[in-house]
């Protein structure tokens, strides 16, 4: 497989990425990583370095394209915070962005997951399944977590004690 992601800088700054691969296809990351991302991120909105616009152009078999527009601030800067730390430009680095996003995301639109997580002035604590499954699960063709395979893979008993 050609990993290459090419990445170009439109004049007016948009960054695009040029992915040899579809979101399904991304590589998992250590759970520890994904961590770290957050706290990354959260340093730079603390800091307000939104970055700029991106354009994610997944390329599938046959030639097809999966475009994703990271243009809203927030995620601009998350996904700047993580460039900076990793390079979107690699897979694990676009893979661990995206993975961050997709998880924020699932937390907002899945009630159903706010006994995994607690938001904190100094960071999120996420039960260490949450955590596992985000770093770990597929991503959809939206490079979204797909909230029934996360249920399933979530419904068993989870204690607190489980190893990350």
Known sequence: MHDAIQVGQAPDGTLTYAIPLPPERLPAVPPA????????????????????????LFVRAGGEVTRITIADSDAGCWAEAIDAARGLGTLSGLSLCLRLLALVEVLTRAPWLSGLFDVTT??????????????????????????GGLRRLLSRPLPWGSAA
Do not use: C, K, Y
Request: glycine share 6%.
């Open 122 to 147: 100094e960071g999120i604590d996420l039960h260490p399944a949450l955590l596992r499954a985000a770093a770990t699960m597929p991503l959809d063709a939206g490079a979204r977590f797909d909230e």
């Open 33 to 56: 990583e994904l961590l770290v991302a957050w706290d990354l991120a959260r340093q730079a909105a603390r800091l307000h370095r939104w970055g700029p616009r991106r354009e994610l």
